[in-house]
């Protein structure tokens, strides 16, 4: 039976690290001038992860995030964000395994 493990993380969409400017640049040419908190800032962090064999299996954007890593939730007013609660999964392979992983 197959096992797995687990990756919750946040990832913040944001456009102005000048990696992710490049990144947007060259893979988005019709994106002139990429609004500062666009989702596709969040392609080269993504990307990494499915790299090293993580899958996204969920997203959903977040309010706020707090400094011990809580979640604001607020469903009476609206809010902005550019911050999504993420969660990776990938094969987890035990020792004794007769498949090798795959990097």
Same mark, same amino acid.
């Given at each position: ?6 990756? =919750? ?16 640049? $060259? ?6 001038? =990429? ?15 499915? $790299?090293?064999?993580? $899958?996204?299996?969920?997203? $959903? ?43």
């Amino acid at each position: 039976m197959d096992q797995w493990e687990y990756l =919750p993380t946040f990832i913040e969409a944001n456009a102005s690290s000048k990696d992710v400017k490049a990144f947007l640049k $060259e893979t988005m040419p019709h994106l002139k001038k =990429p609004p500062r908190f666009t989702p596709e800032a969040m392609m080269p962090q993504l990307n990494q992860l499915g $790299e090293d064999g993580w $899958e996204l299996v969920h997203m $959903e954007p977040v309010a706020a995030v707090g400094k011990k890593g809580d979640v604001l939730f607020d469903g009476n007013s609206r809010q902005w964000s550019n911050v999504y609660f993420c969660v990776f999964k990938r094969r987890k392979f035990r020792l004794n395994s007769t498949e090798a992983p795959k990097s």
